[in-house]
């Protein structure tokens, strides 16, 4: 049961760490969370898997677990100085969660994650493009409301031209223009 309380600190550390994109933008007011993030990137994943008629199960699961690893190693982006070694900490914190994981979900979680990062399957693709979607929509939503501040300097441009890249075709890239179109742009 020590090992489920320590997974189940990871999945807490989840639902308090903003997000560092947010967070570097200094983007006011309540961030989203890592786990909140999550949660919206499940959404998107699981519409985009009944489009596209694949497994749902599968790929809702994945979506689920797509930030896992940032329990353990932080929310880690381009900008960060840890970038080129992400790959290497992302392989140790799957062996360290390996060996906390219940015994249930050991094999699922290591294969799913182990096919989400290879991202040759169709629900790997689906969840990587649906967690570029959310981060679009959030950044759209950021913009919008303002947060109680004007954020109009705060160029959140760079989100959407790098999501464009991911979604190039078919409903992720039909749910991109949808959101530029929310945008005015």
């Known amino acids: 049961m020590k090992d489920l309380e320590k997974f189940l600190k990871y999945i807490s550390k989840l639902k308090l760490t903003a997000r560092t994109g947010w967070k570097m933008r200094d983007v006011p007011g ?4 890592i786990a909140s993030h999550s949660f ?14 694949v497994d749902v199960n599968k790929t809702v699961k994945m979506a689920l677990i797509h930030d896992l ?12 100085k840890n970038y080129q070694i992400k790959e290497i900490l992302e392989k140790e914190a799957i062996n360290k969660l390996e060996k ?21 399957t169709k629900e790997s693709q689906i969840v990587i ?12 939503i950021y913009e919008k409301e303002k947060y109680g501040k004007n954020i109009e300097n705060s160029d959140l441009t760079e989100f959407f031209d790098s999501i464009e890249k991911v979604c190039k ?14 945008r005015g742009k």
Not at 101 to 120: Q, S
């Open 129 to 140: 493009q649906a967690d570029k979607l959310d981060t679009a929509f959030q950044a759209y």
């Open 100 to 120: 906390l994981l219940p015994e249930e979900l050991k094999v699922d979680v290591k294969n799913l994650i182990d096919e989400l990062i290879e991202g040759k």
């Open 169 to 182: 075709e078919g409903f992720s890239k039909e749910f991109l223009d949808y959101i530029k179109n929310l």
């Open 69 to 80: 690893l940032e329990g353990i190693i932080g929310d880690i982006t381009p900008y960060d």
């Open 30 to 33: 309540v961030k989203e969370t």
């Open 40 to 53: 919206g990137t499940v959404f998107i994943a699981w519409i985009m898997a009944k489009k596209k008629k």
